[in-house]
């Protein structure tokens, strides 16, 4: 008998390995072309049209407190679904689905600092990596605060 | 309606039908009150409360058609002329009306009736309708004064009014027989029969599909724009006659499917009679409400986004604005106070006015409530116009009625009207007149779905402005910006027909590209959309205008909502995204409109020091005479600067005139103005010399071109030739020589050279008088 399991989207962010539940993903799409917009917060990179619906896009390295990516490499979309429709988390590059067991989850350590601390929800210490999960409602919230 | 069987459908037909009949209901009640005769009124009050009757009886819900049916015992009666209606009885068959609503929703929600206890209601109904059977010759009043004896000398002359009344219902009844001789022996059939012929016509929608075909047709629409760009750049003649088809058709379609959710903002005001009856019986006071225009149409959504904040500014006007009828009468109005609902459409908008004729808001009052509450600081609320004070009442936390009565005067009514009708694309505004009333003004999209709007370009980024917020484009030559474009006090202005016109700089406002100064785009062609905020106008500067489009409104994501500038999205031609600007966001963010509601008292104080600072000065229109003699004029007083051909002049009644749009307009000049009191009327003739061509009178040899400035007096206008117009500047006047000649106030020093300040006020009289004189001459 297995232990209780999640399954994580994972993706990518400066080297760091991230995940998000796969029920709160919509879908995942390649770099998309934005329509910046003055006066935010410079968390939100832009407008993205999906499919007639406009998806405003967070730079995840942004939010995180993390240097921006190279000019030349073009992030990908990880579209949330949320209770107030969807948004788009920036990523450098995306992961597999993978399936964690619960037992491996541990909370955030006190030492961390910074942005990062109010959105990591936790720690899944796979065996050769650590998952950093993020609580995606806090992302989305943290940057409204911001503008 | 949770699950999809048969039953379910028939109750749920039953609660609409039901619902709307009780809206019908409550509007003919408060009707009939006000017309006690009016018996068709009653008949289909009759006929309504039947129906539900009717239906329920045969659906099982035994409450609802107990209370229903002692409702239309007591009509019945009343419909006979066996009783005559009175306040107590509207009183108890509104109740009746709440049950029945009460219980149709508890049916809605839980599939019965709900526990309550009629039985009160019940026997308030049964108590009127045997109060006092008053055979039909008698007179109405009784049913409820039962036991008071009866005074026949007083009584005699009520009961020959009553008596078309009567006749009247004698005539009426034959329409309504059908419905009330079939009742008792198959109510079954009722509903069937109480409906109208209409129902064959129209179906019911539910608003979800309604709605999402709204958006497929949103998408059509977009859809289009990207074919039609294409064909336009293949030029293939097929493709593009099947694109102008496409075009035809979508257009068409959007129509009607924007048509289907259109409806009358009658639907909304059928509740405010009733709402306004309680107010008023509530608060001791008498309101009639008036409506016009409720054939308004406007779309769902936008009606439901308006009718709370509807229902309160009424509620608000009976509870605040009318005045107690002793008040009334000591002010010596009417006892019953008047409320106005107005509704019309107006340059693609929808306005509604809610106006009374009430006390009015007492601003005094107003400041010093913001004062005491710590809203404004004492000098500022000095400083404020009766309008700003008026609009105080926008302010969250604040109310102007003394006592908080149950209905309002918690004072977070006004601030959110004002949030909901904005965030619709609305405009809400008050005007009070102290002794008479007070009007609140709305301005609303009929639609929010599809709006037309210009697309422009600045730095880069594509943006929409609205189209009912634009007056007019202008474009300013390379070359010519720099010398149009004017500066007062660090703000950019340009004069578009001599007034000046605020201008705001797009790139600049969002922040794009900060270093760009005014001088660097000196060079380039300048393009200036000229918008309207509120009642400001103020001159948007972007580097591109393109086109006017088709746009789909789409929301933004709640990370970008808190920024006012945009009032949405929508996606262009190409697949990309374009923001949408909100007009009066950004004109608050430019600072072209105040706004009272988000300043902090510091920044708010150190502004109004500057406003005073600016008050003090005037703007000045600075001309020159031929002698080289500098004037000035008050462009406030300007109607218009104009210029023309010398050879237009023609001469009427004496008098130098030109035609101007359709009118004639007289021309003074100043020399003959001036030299009027200064050497006498020798002048007069001497001016003529000069205009009939000779070129040897005083003014030298005048100019191709006569500059004129035009002053406005009531339906009149007013010319005056001036030899130059020099420039328009903002300066403190300090008048040095108050001068004691008529036509100039005195001299002051402008732009460090003496100037002398024309009377323009005398000028105009002058003019009139002049009429006078020369009406008198020529006779």
Redesign the interface.
């Given at each position: 008998m297995s232990a209780q399991t999640k399954q994580f989207c994972t993706f990518f962010l400066e080297g760091h390995y991230f995940g998000v539940p796969v029920q709160q993903v919509q879908e995942v799409l390649r770099y998309q072309?934005?329509?910046?917009?003055?006066?935010?917060?410079s968390?939100?990179r832009?407008?993205?049209?999906l499919r007639?619906?406009?998806?405003?896009a967070?730079d995840l390295r942004r939010q995180l407190g993390m240097t921006d990516r190279p000019e030349k490499q073009k992030p990908m979309n990880v579209i949330m679904r949320t209770a107030?429709?969807a948004?788009s988390l920036l990523v450098d590059e995306i992961g597999d689905v993978i399936e964690v067991e619960d037992n491996t989850f541990e909370p955030p350590p006190d030492t961390l600092q910074g942005m990062a601390k109010g959105m990591l929800r936790g720690v899944h210490k796979l065996p050769n990596r650590l998952l950093l999960i993020l609580d995606s409602e806090r992302t989305?919230k943290l940057?409204?605060a911001e503008? | 309606m949770m699950e999809s069987n048969g039953d379910n459908q028939i109750v749920q037909e039953f609660l609409i039908e039901s619902y709307e009949n009780l809206d019908n209901l409550e509007r003919e009640l408060v009707t009939l009150e006000s017309h006690p005769d009016d018996m068709k009124a009653l008949a289909s009050i009759f006929r309504m409360i039947h129906t539900i009757k009717g239906t329920c009886g045969f659906l099982g819900f035994g409450k609802l058609e107990k209370v229903a049916h002692v409702g239309e015992s007591l009509l019945s009666r009343l419909r006979d002329g066996e009783l005559k209606l009175t306040p107590e009885m509207t009183t108890a068959l509104l109740k009746t009306a709440d049950a029945i609503r009460q219980m149709l929703s508890s049916i809605e929600a839980n599939g019965n009736e709900g526990e309550r206890n009629d039985q009160e209601l019940i026997a308030t109904l049964t108590r009127m309708q045997y109060a006092k059977n008053v055979t039909p010759p008698n007179p109405p009043e009784l049913p409820i004064a039962a036991g008071k004896p009866l005074d026949e000398g007083l009584l005699e002359p009520e009961v020959t009014p009553e008596d078309p009344a009567r006749n009247a219902t004698a005539y009426v009844e034959p329409a309504s027989d059908h419905a009330v001789a079939t009742s008792s022996i198959e109510p079954v059939a009722h509903p069937v029969a109480g409906k109208s012929q209409a129902s064959e016509s129209t179906i019911r929608v539910d608003v979800g599909l309604l709605d999402k075909l709204m958006n497929l047709v949103?998408?059509l629409v977009?859809a289009r724009n990207q074919i039609l760009q294409f064909t336009n750049s293949l030029g293939h003649n097929g493709l593009l006659a099947t694109g102008q088809r496409l075009n035809l058709i979508t257009t068409e379609l959007q129509e009607g499917v924007m048509k289907t959710r259109m409806q009358p903002i009658g639907n909304v005001w059928t509740k405010f009679p009733r709402t306004v009856r309680d107010v008023a019986t509530h608060c001791g006071k008498l309101v009639r409400i008036e409506m016009e225009g409720r054939e308004t149409e406007l779309d769902k959504t936008i009606i439901e986004a308006i009718k709370d904040p509807l229902m309160h500014m009424v509620r608000n006007a009976v509870d605040h604005g009318v005045e107690r009828p002793e008040a009334r009468r000591a002010a010596g109005k009417a006892e019953e106070g008047r409320l106005l609902l107005r509704a019309y459409h107006e340059g693609g908008q929808v306005n509604i006015e809610i106006s009374d004729d009430g006390a009015g808001i007492d601003c005094a009052r107003l400041r010093a409530k913001a004062i005491k509450r710590g809203l404004i600081t004492a000098e500022q609320a000095e400083r404020m116009s009766d309008r700003e004070s008026v609009n105080l009442i926008f302010h969250p936390g604040l109310s102007t009625a003394e006592q908080i009565s149950n209905v309002s005067g918690r004072g977070v009514g006004m601030d959110v009207v004002r949030t909901n009708i904005e965030k619709i694309g609305g405009t809400v505004d008050v005007s009070s007149a102290p002794g008479l009333g007070t009007t609140v003004r709305m301005k609303i999209p009929l639609t929010l779905a599809i709006i037309p709007a210009l697309i422009v370009t600045s730095a880069r980024?594509?943006y929409a402005i609205p189209q009912v917020s634009l007056l007019e484009l202008l474009r300013l030559k390379a070359g010519e910006a720099s010398s149009k474009i004017e500066q007062v006090q660090g703000s950019h202005v340009y004069r578009l027909r001599g007034r000046l016109l605020p201008l705001v700089y797009l790139d600049r406002e969002?922040?794009?590209c900060p270093e760009k100064d005014g001088a660097a785009g000196a060079h380039k062609a300048v393009n200036i959309v000229v918008l309207q905020a509120d009642d400001r106008q103020f001159g948007l500067v972007v580097d591109e205008i393109n086109d006017t489009e088709e746009i789909v409104v789409?929301?933004?994501?709640?990370?970008?909502k808190?920024?006012s500038?945009?009032a949405g999205?929508t996606?262009m031609g190409d697949?990309?995204?374009?923001?949408i600007l909100d007009v009066l966001g950004l004109a608050q963010r430019a600072h072209v409109v105040g706004e009272v509601r988000e300043r902090s008292a510091v920044e708010d104080a150190d502004r109004a020091a500057k406003k005073e600072a600016e008050q003090a000065r005037q703007t000045l229109l600075l001309i020159q005479e031929a002698h080289g003699e500098r004037m000035a004029i008050p462009l406030s007083l300007i109607a218009r600067l104009e210029e023309f051909n010398r050879d237009a002049v023609e001469r009427a009644g004496g008098q130098e005139v030109v035609q101007y749009r359709g009118h004639i307009l007289p021309l003074m000049r100043i020399a003959e103005y001036l030299g009027k009191h200064r050497n006498g009327s020798a002048v007069k003739s001497h001016a003529a010399a000069t205009t009939t061509g000779s070129g040897s009178g005083t003014a030298g040899a005048e100019p191709e071109k006569l500059q004129v400035v035009v002053f406005r007096q009531g339906e009149k206008n007013v010319g005056l030739v001036v030899h130059r117009i020099l420039d328009i500047v903002e300066e403190k006047i300090v008048l040095e020589h108050p001068s004691h000649d008529e036509g100039i106030h005195g001299s002051a020093v402008v732009q460090n050279k003496v100037t002398d300040l024309l009377d323009i006020e005398d000028l105009l009289q002058r003019e009139m008088d002049e009429e006078l004189v020369g009406a008198g001459d020529r006779r």
């Amino acid at each position: 008998m297995s232990a209780q399991t999640k399954q994580f989207c994972t993706f990518f962010l400066e080297g760091h390995y991230f995940g998000v539940p796969v029920q709160q993903v919509q879908e995942v799409l390649r770099y998309q072309e934005m329509t910046e917009v003055p006066l935010v917060s410079s968390v939100v990179r832009g407008l993205i049209n999906l499919r007639g619906q406009i998806i405003t896009a967070v730079d995840l390295r942004r939010q995180l407190g993390m240097t921006d990516r190279p000019e030349k490499q073009k992030p990908m979309n990880v579209i949330m679904r949320t209770a107030d429709g969807a948004f788009s988390l920036l990523v450098d590059e995306i992961g597999d689905v993978i399936e964690v067991e619960d037992n491996t989850f541990e909370p955030p350590p006190d030492t961390l600092q910074g942005m990062a601390k109010g959105m990591l929800r936790g720690v899944h210490k796979l065996p050769n990596r650590l998952l950093l999960i993020l609580d995606s409602e806090r992302t989305a919230k943290l940057s409204d605060a911001e503008a | 309606m949770m699950e999809s069987n048969g039953d379910n459908q028939i109750v749920q037909e039953f609660l609409i039908e039901s619902y709307e009949n009780l809206d019908n209901l409550e509007r003919e009640l408060v009707t009939l009150e006000s017309h006690p005769d009016d018996m068709k009124a009653l008949a289909s009050i009759f006929r309504m409360i039947h129906t539900i009757k009717g239906t329920c009886g045969f659906l099982g819900f035994g409450k609802l058609e107990k209370v229903a049916h002692v409702g239309e015992s007591l009509l019945s009666r009343l419909r006979d002329g066996e009783l005559k209606l009175t306040p107590e009885m509207t009183t108890a068959l509104l109740k009746t009306a709440d049950a029945i609503r009460q219980m149709l929703s508890s049916i809605e929600a839980n599939g019965n009736e709900g526990e309550r206890n009629d039985q009160e209601l019940i026997a308030t109904l049964t108590r009127m309708q045997y109060a006092k059977n008053v055979t039909p010759p008698n007179p109405p009043e009784l049913p409820i004064a039962a036991g008071k004896p009866l005074d026949e000398g007083l009584l005699e002359p009520e009961v020959t009014p009553e008596d078309p009344a009567r006749n009247a219902t004698a005539y009426v009844e034959p329409a309504s027989d059908h419905a009330v001789a079939t009742s008792s022996i198959e109510p079954v059939a009722h509903p069937v029969a109480g409906k109208s012929q209409a129902s064959e016509s129209t179906i019911r929608v539910d608003v979800g599909l309604l709605d999402k075909l709204m958006n497929l047709v949103g998408e059509l629409v977009l859809a289009r724009n990207q074919i039609l760009q294409f064909t336009n750049s293949l030029g293939h003649n097929g493709l593009l006659a099947t694109g102008q088809r496409l075009n035809l058709i979508t257009t068409e379609l959007q129509e009607g499917v924007m048509k289907t959710r259109m409806q009358p903002i009658g639907n909304v005001w059928t509740k405010f009679p009733r709402t306004v009856r309680d107010v008023a019986t509530h608060c001791g006071k008498l309101v009639r409400i008036e409506m016009e225009g409720r054939e308004t149409e406007l779309d769902k959504t936008i009606i439901e986004a308006i009718k709370d904040p509807l229902m309160h500014m009424v509620r608000n006007a009976v509870d605040h604005g009318v005045e107690r009828p002793e008040a009334r009468r000591a002010a010596g109005k009417a006892e019953e106070g008047r409320l106005l609902l107005r509704a019309y459409h107006e340059g693609g908008q929808v306005n509604i006015e809610i106006s009374d004729d009430g006390a009015g808001i007492d601003c005094a009052r107003l400041r010093a409530k913001a004062i005491k509450r710590g809203l404004i600081t004492a000098e500022q609320a000095e400083r404020m116009s009766d309008r700003e004070s008026v609009n105080l009442i926008f302010h969250p936390g604040l109310s102007t009625a003394e006592q908080i009565s149950n209905v309002s005067g918690r004072g977070v009514g006004m601030d959110v009207v004002r949030t909901n009708i904005e965030k619709i694309g609305g405009t809400v505004d008050v005007s009070s007149a102290p002794g008479l009333g007070t009007t609140v003004r709305m301005k609303i999209p009929l639609t929010l779905a599809i709006i037309p709007a210009l697309i422009v370009t600045s730095a880069r980024g594509r943006y929409a402005i609205p189209q009912v917020s634009l007056l007019e484009l202008l474009r300013l030559k390379a070359g010519e910006a720099s010398s149009k474009i004017e500066q007062v006090q660090g703000s950019h202005v340009y004069r578009l027909r001599g007034r000046l016109l605020p201008l705001v700089y797009l790139d600049r406002e969002l922040k794009r590209c900060p270093e760009k100064d005014g001088a660097a785009g000196a060079h380039k062609a300048v393009n200036i959309v000229v918008l309207q905020a509120d009642d400001r106008q103020f001159g948007l500067v972007v580097d591109e205008i393109n086109d006017t489009e088709e746009i789909v409104v789409k929301p933004l994501g709640k990370q970008i909502k808190s920024v006012s500038t945009f009032a949405g999205a929508t996606i262009m031609g190409d697949g990309k995204v374009a923001l949408i600007l909100d007009v009066l966001g950004l004109a608050q963010r430019a600072h072209v409109v105040g706004e009272v509601r988000e300043r902090s008292a510091v920044e708010d104080a150190d502004r109004a020091a500057k406003k005073e600072a600016e008050q003090a000065r005037q703007t000045l229109l600075l001309i020159q005479e031929a002698h080289g003699e500098r004037m000035a004029i008050p462009l406030s007083l300007i109607a218009r600067l104009e210029e023309f051909n010398r050879d237009a002049v023609e001469r009427a009644g004496g008098q130098e005139v030109v035609q101007y749009r359709g009118h004639i307009l007289p021309l003074m000049r100043i020399a003959e103005y001036l030299g009027k009191h200064r050497n006498g009327s020798a002048v007069k003739s001497h001016a003529a010399a000069t205009t009939t061509g000779s070129g040897s009178g005083t003014a030298g040899a005048e100019p191709e071109k006569l500059q004129v400035v035009v002053f406005r007096q009531g339906e009149k206008n007013v010319g005056l030739v001036v030899h130059r117009i020099l420039d328009i500047v903002e300066e403190k006047i300090v008048l040095e020589h108050p001068s004691h000649d008529e036509g100039i106030h005195g001299s002051a020093v402008v732009q460090n050279k003496v100037t002398d300040l024309l009377d323009i006020e005398d000028l105009l009289q002058r003019e009139m008088d002049e009429e006078l004189v020369g009406a008198g001459d020529r006779r």
